[in-house]
Structures are given as structure tokens and as C-alpha cells.
């Protein structure tokens, strides 16, 4: 059973530097064809995609958000790691963690979520 | 970047009625479109793959057609379960991209 879990602050001050982990069961990020990756969802508004990092570490950014994002694998303890420098009010969102299947290549696993709030 | 519009916003229907919702894409995707369900505070599921392919558990009453820059997710016969925000999403480029989202509520 394929599970992702978000973890990080709740709350950033502008300008600060956003750090989430991703925490994952139930495959292998070292399994040829997978990948994970990063969508976030202002309220009421919708999704965006981030990032991606495939089993090979091959990185996709989204073009408008590249110079601020870092995504980051570390297969061996099952975790994916976004940071996201400068953050602004605009990044006020829930943030989600998604699996990349490899046969389906689309996002067949998402976690929970987690509302990130940037306020002063 | 290829842009996704999703129509109608907003469909209001009543269980039993069949929903069409439509995706253009501002250029070609071929068939590498996914449409998903999103609820209220849960987040999306993966519904259709590839355009036409029900992802695993996904009833028969959700189908998608279409190809290219036109597409289509059909729901046979509301469910009281389906009024929700559905999506869709292509891969053909990088970056990947969604539509802005079609709710369909209760009438």
C-alpha cells in the first residue's frame, strides 16, 4: 500500500525559506520509471505543479518557480525534500505530495496535504 | 507552456443526470491527458489516464474521450458521491499543467 506524507512548518514569515519532507511507503524511489513530486493548491483556487524527481534524479522544476525550488532525494530512508527560498504571501497554500507511477506516468498516489500559511 | 481551459466553471446538476466536461488545450497533447476528482479538504484522485483509461477502482460510469487539444470526461448517471471539482492535467510538456477546475454541484 503506496502512502506520502507531508511534513513542515505551517506557518513562514515572508522572505523566508520553505522546507517540506515528503515521508513514503510502499515502493522504492530507486524502482525505474518512478518519481515524486510536488503540486500546491491556494484555497479555492487550483492546483499547480511544482517539481518532480524521478528514480534516476532526474529534476523537472516548474519554469515560473525554478529559481526558488530545490527538490531533493534521499531513496535509502524514503523521503523527498522541497525547499522553496523567498516566500511570499501569493505561496500560501496546501502543498501536496505525489507519487509518479512509472507504468501510468500520471499521479495515482497523493498525501494528505499540508496548509502552508506565510504571514508576517 | 500549454494551457489547459476547462468548461463549463460550474455545471449544475441533479443525481441521475449524465455530466460532460470538457479540456481544451492551447496545443496538441495527443492522448497524454488525466482527469481527477477532488472533494472538499480531501485531496484529488486519479480518475482517467491517458485520455480513455479508468484508473484502478474507478467505477464505469466515468469514461474520457477525446484527443489532441479537444477532450471530454463524461459521468453516465450522477452519484450523490461525484459533485465535486474535477481536473485535468497533461504530460505531453514540460510543465506538466492543469485546467483551473470544472465544479459540478447540486442543483
Known amino acids: 500500500q503506496i502512502t506520502l506524507k507531508e511534513s513542515g512548518p505551517t506557518l513562514v514569515k515572508p522572505t523566508q525559506t520553505l522546507t517540506l519532507t515528503c515521508t513514503f511507503s510502499?515502493?522504492?524511489?530507486?524502482?525505474?520509471?518512478?518519481?515524486v513530486g510536488w503540486i500546491r493548491q491556494p484555497p479555492g483556487k487550483a492546483l499547480e505543479w511544482l517539481a518532480l524527481v524521478y528514480w534516476n534524479d532526474d529534476k523537472r522544476y516548474s519554469p515560473s518557480l525554478k529559481s526558488r525550488l530545490t527538490i531533493t532525494k534521499h531513496a535509502s530512508i524514503h523521503q523527498v525534500v522541497l525547499t522553496m527560498t523567498t516566500m511570499d504571501p501569493v505561496d500560501t497554500a496546501t502543498y501536496y505530495c505525489?507519487?509518479?507511477?512509472?507504468?501510468?506516468?500520471?499521479?495515482?498516489?497523493w498525501g494528505q496535504g499540508t496548509l502552508v500559511t506565510v504571514s508576517s | 507552456e500549454i494551457v489547459l481551459t476547462q468548461s463549463p466553471a460550474t455545471l449544475s446538476l441533479s443525481p441521475g443526470e449524465r455530466a460532460t466536461l470538457s479540456c481544451r488545450a492551447s496545443q496538441s497533447v495527443s492522448s497524454f491527458l488525466a482527469w481527477y476528482q477532488q472533494k472538499p479538504g480531501q485531496a484529488p484522485r486519479l480518475l482517467i489516464y491517458d485520455a480513455s483509461n479508468r484508473a484502478t477502482g474507478i467505477p464505469a460510469r466515468f469514461s474520457g474521450s477525446g484527443s489532441g487539444t479537444d477532450f471530454t470526461l463524461t459521468i453516465s448517471s450522477l452519484e450523490p458521491d461525484d459533485f465535486a471539482v474535477y481536473y485535468c492535467q497533461q504530460r505531453s510538456n514540460w510543465p506538466w499543467t492543469f485546467g483551473q477546475g470544472t465544479k459540478v454541484d447540486i442543483k
Open positions: 505525489v507519487h509518479r507511477d512509472q507504468w501510468l506516468a500520471y499521479f495515482d498516489y
Open positions: 510502499g515502493f522504492s524511489l530507486s524502482t525505474s520509471g518512478v518519481g
